[in-house]
């Protein structure tokens, strides 16, 4: 008698452990499915996991730019799409700066895919940056902290070009969500608002 009940126990017990599995398994697969189907859109766009707004915090030694295109107050219109949401949309011009502006890729220092051809890192946000610009194909190390991962990361230079860089607030024309302080856009970017 006690070997049918603790036979019974065991068969019971055995199916609620399978039941269990049987819905996290369920579960994991609709995580998986989400998973795989971030990670697409993560491919058709590196910059999906960019902070939209900053700090508006420049880097040290980072020079204003004296004679901008674009001054500092006024609007632009954005003709770029770093983010959704973000080509046509109107921005204000936060700053304007004198630098050398970097396309780079690098390995997340938090994981996944590789970022191929992020636009822009300024010479400032490189550790060690020295007076001297970086040629494409050099190896550094980043201190912009843009997307999740990128801070400390090992970059290679894809492009390099003296330029104005602005920081800009605008609202996305997706999400309506107001980005504050967006680093950085470059003068080719942006066009000139219409009155």
């Known amino acids: 008698m006690k070997r049918k009940i603790g036979l019974g126990f065991l068969t019971g017990l055995l199916v609620i452990v399978l039941a269990a599995c049987a819905g996290n398994s369920d579960e ?42 674009y ?7 954005l003709e770029t799409d770093h983010m959704e949401g973000m080509k046509g949309a ?47 194909g050099e190896e550094v190390v980043l201190n912009a902290d843009h997307m999740k991962g990128m801070k400390g990361a090992t970059a290679v230079i894809d492009s390099a070009q003296d330029m104005t860089v602005y920081m800009v ?3 996305s024309t997706t999400d309506g969500e107001e980005v504050k302080n967006h680093k950085w856009v470059t003068e080719s970017e942006l066009s000139p608002k219409q009155d």
């Open 28 to 69: 994991t697969a609709d995580e998986r499915k989400d998973m795989s189907s971030h990670s697409e859109e993560s491919m058709e766009m590196d910059h999906s996991e960019m902070h939209h707004s900053g700090s508006g915090e420049i880097p040290e030694g980072l020079k204003e730019e004296e004679n901008p295109t």
């Open 90 to 136: 109107e921005a204000t011009i936060i700053g304007a700066y004198d630098t050398t502006v970097y396309a780079v890729s690098y390995t997340p220092t938090s994981g996944g895919e590789r970022v191929e051809n992020h636009k822009w890192v300024i010479h400032e946000e490189i550790e060690n940056a020295g007076d001297e610009p970086f040629e494409p």
């Open 169 to 171: 607030d605008y609202t």
């Open 71 to 77: 001054k500092v107050g006024s609007q632009a219109i």
